[in-house]
């Protein structure tokens, strides 16, 4: 293993912050520190053997990140409505997503006023009416409609009400009048300074590209990190394609601004005779570089890839100005620790878990690649050094695009139940214009757009980002371009991870050690059966799957369900229930008859008609108050799901096989957690 055992303290970290976060129930805080006490207690004891010293450091750091985990979570506890409620609301506006004529506001200090009650909110969204334009740092006050953050759409699906429970963010809801703004006095203080600077330079954007608001979208995206504008059609085309990368701040992003910097600027101070000679012209470049990175890092907002990539830049700019250079691995573990102390929470989401997994397989490869190319004579190609620049250049590409690919392929899928197969193509196309156009002239636009004319450099920018498109949306369209598949347990994500670290981190035998973690989790994703049936939490919609199309008992309601259910089952057309064969459903005002598995479920959508559904079901979905049916049972004991059971537990997933049939609800996915509560 040689000197890799303390690159593996940071996944160890990181792994413990992710099983707090995953366990289904809250551990007690005592009991915890106690096994972190007994796991340091034998590290020390155990550090004279060598066998023992690292593992027990490794089960130290585990410890450590699940202690941490479990500390955030109770200090970063806020306010948070209890139910949906209209009232007054106000607040000062934190950040501002004006990506429409109706802008979306981040509040902090917020009052949420119900007939005279006031309730005080840490952070609150709500989305203003028309016309409406504050600035970061005013005073905001409207009526509006405020609920608490969502649960999960379906059982295992993306938990919004968990990120918000760490951003602190309380309620949210849409305005019911006309915003009162009251402009801030002070606009002072760092933060708001920055986020105000945020905002101007998305806002420029926007002007400049006003006839283009799909590409100022993107452009925003980029450089200001604020997604809001990317409009669906786009943002699937780059997701499809393996493009959806370039949406995300990350190192790409980072490491090309401060990189273009360091060169650039080295190359200039080196210009006058001498200069070289007489000062460390590399150490003042990098120290500028850093700078920059910063500079991008708070504009970008600082979210967990752009932490990282800043971590990473900054270490690597760090050794230049010490002359002493070490594995990127080391590099990506610091990001890592430093990522995963400063919001641990981030552990289990989709961006910091691509982010880290292609940024590890990518350097794992090549300084695998730079040991055997000491070993080996590097063969000579016709024409000399252009064609073999050129030929390094697009395999390097094509390499690193295939090692990105391999390595998020299984994390995308478990996420979004989706991967690109055809993402080596795209990304040939869009690298080379990421490089050299996009990337250079959104650094003159943020020169330019400090003395207000940064305009001709964002249509410059706009012009390479549509080239980027084109190449996402060809590539989208090729067939077989996209691998779908319906939704995994959450241990497949557990198993790739441990996996990849292992096959990345170690040397020798021990890392095909990681190929068990990488099989398993490969069979989860191809083994994951989507359910049958579910059944939203308000019980507006229910939707039964046949095959690769999904039934609703309604397609005028409920559009975002639609939408990710049709993901969550892997990729599945969405018709009306009424136009399901017979020999899936018979349908009429009452409800429902659906026939699967040598199963009958009646869904049923008037009281009148529970009686019939109770003697002719194995299964009975009421989406009302089925109070009858639970105080006095269906004959036979027919198990119901009714409004109760959806509104306590939120939404259901059913699997029917034989005749039997299994249900999960949200609450069951989640456990009995802080932010479930």
């Given at each position: ?144 409609i405020m609920r608490p953050p969502p649960r999960p759409v379906a059982p295992g699906g993306y938990d919004f009400q968990r990120g918000s429970y760490f951003k602190q963010i309380g309620a949210v809801g849409f305005a019911i009048g006309v ?110 570089a850093i700078l920059a990175a910063a500079g991008y890092l708070a504009m970008s907002g600082t979210a967990p890839p752009a932490q990282r990539a800043f971590v990473m830049v900054t270490a690597g700019m760090l050794a230049v100005m010490v ?173 790739f991870m441990a996996g990849g670290v292992l096959i990345c981190a170690l040397r020798g035998w021990p890392r095909w050690l990681g190929l068990i973690g990488v099989a398993a989790a490969i069979h989860g994703l191809s083994v994951a059966a ?148």
């Amino acid at each position: 293993m040689g000197r890799r055992q303390p690159i593996l303290l940071a996944p160890f970290f990181a792994g413990g912050a992710a099983i707090y976060m995953t366990l289904p129930s809250e551990p007690g805080l005592w009991p915890v520190i106690a096994a972190v006490l007994a796991l340091l207690v034998l590290a020390i004891v155990g550090w004279r053997l060598e066998r023992l010293r690292w593992p027990l450091l490794w089960l130290l750091a585990a410890g450590l990140g699940f202690l941490w985990c479990l500390l955030r979570t109770d200090w970063v506890e806020a306010p948070r409505l209890e139910r949906e409620q209209a009232g007054e609301i106000s607040g000062i506006a934190a950040w501002i997503e004006a990506a429409d004529s109706r802008p979306r506001l981040e509040l902090r200090s917020v009052r949420f006023m119900v007939r005279g009650k006031v309730t005080n909110l840490t952070r609150a969204r709500v989305r203003l009416a028309k016309g409406a334009r504050p600035k970061i740092g005013d005073r905001v006050r409207v009526r509006a409609i405020m609920r608490p953050p969502p649960r999960p759409v379906a059982p295992g699906g993306y938990d919004f009400q968990r990120g918000s429970y760490f951003k602190q963010i309380g309620a949210v809801g849409f305005a019911i009048g006309v915003a009162d703004v009251t402009p801030a006095r002070d606009r002072g203080g760092l933060r708001r300074w920055v986020s105000q600077a945020r905002a101007g330079f998305r806002d420029q954007v926007y002007v400049a590209l006003a006839d283009k608001p799909n590409i100022a979208g993107i452009i925003a995206a980029l450089t200001v990190g604020d997604r809001a504008g990317v409009v669906d059609d786009d943002r699937d085309a780059l997701r499809a394609s393996g493009l959806a990368h370039l949406l995300a701040i990350s190192g790409l992003h980072l490491g090309l601004a401060a990189g273009v910097i360091f060169f650039v600027l080295r190359l200039l101070l080196a210009l006058p005779h001498g200069a070289a000679l007489r000062m460390p012209i590399h150490k003042i470049a990098a120290l500028v570089a850093i700078l920059a990175a910063a500079g991008y890092l708070a504009m970008s907002g600082t979210a967990p890839p752009a932490q990282r990539a800043f971590v990473m830049v900054t270490a690597g700019m760090l050794a230049v100005m010490v002359d002493r250079l070490r594995s990127g691995l080391w590099f990506i573990a610091w990001a890592a620790a430093i990522v995963v102390a400063a919001s641990p929470d981030v552990v289990v989401g989709p961006s910091f878990q691509l982010s880290f997994a292609a940024a590890t397989g990518i350097v794992a490869a090549y300084e695998a690649q730079a040991a055997r190319r000491q070993l080996e004579t590097e063969p000579r190609l016709p024409g000399g050094g252009l064609i073999r620049s050129i030929w390094r250049y697009g395999s390097g590409i094509a390499g690193a695009s295939l090692i990105a690919t391999a390595a998020t392929a299984p994390l995308a899928l478990a996420h979004f139940q989706q991967a690109p197969a055809y993402g080596v193509v795209a990304n040939l196309v869009a690298m080379p214009l990421m490089v050299f156009w996009i990337m250079p002239t959104a650094i003159l636009a943020a020169g330019l757009s400090l003395i207000g004319q940064g305009d001709f450099m964002f249509q410059a920018m706009g012009y390479g980002v549509e080239l980027v498109l084109a190449a996402a949306y060809m590539v989208q369209n090729w067939d077989g371009g996209v691998i779908h598949a319906a939704a995994s347990p959450g241990w497949v994500v557990g198993a790739f991870m441990a996996g990849g670290v292992l096959i990345c981190a170690l040397r020798g035998w021990p890392r095909w050690l990681g190929l068990i973690g990488v099989a398993a989790a490969i069979h989860g994703l191809s083994v994951a059966a989507p359910p049958d049936i579910l059944v939203d939490e308000q019980g507006r919609i229910a939707a039964v799957r046949d095959g690769s199309t999904l039934y609703f008992t309604s397609t005028r309601r409920g559009a975002f369900e639609q939408k990710a259910w049709a993901r969550y089952v892997g990729d599945a057309e969405v018709r009306a229930l009424a136009d399901a064969p017979a020999s899936l459903a018979r349908c009429d005002t009452a409800g429902c008859v659906i026939a699967a598995d040598a199963a009958t479920i009646a869904i049923s959508l008037s009281p009148q008609g529970l009686g019939d559904d109770c003697r002719r079901a194995d299964y009975v979905i009421a989406l009302y108050r089925a109070v009858a049916a639970k105080a006095m049972g269906c004959p036979g004991g027919t198990p119901t799901l009714d409004l109760f059971d959806l509104q306590r537990d939120g939404a259901h997933a059913l699997w029917i096989k034989d005749g039997a049939v299994t249900t999960r609800s949200v609450a069951a996915a989640r456990g009995a957690r802080p932010w479930s509560q």
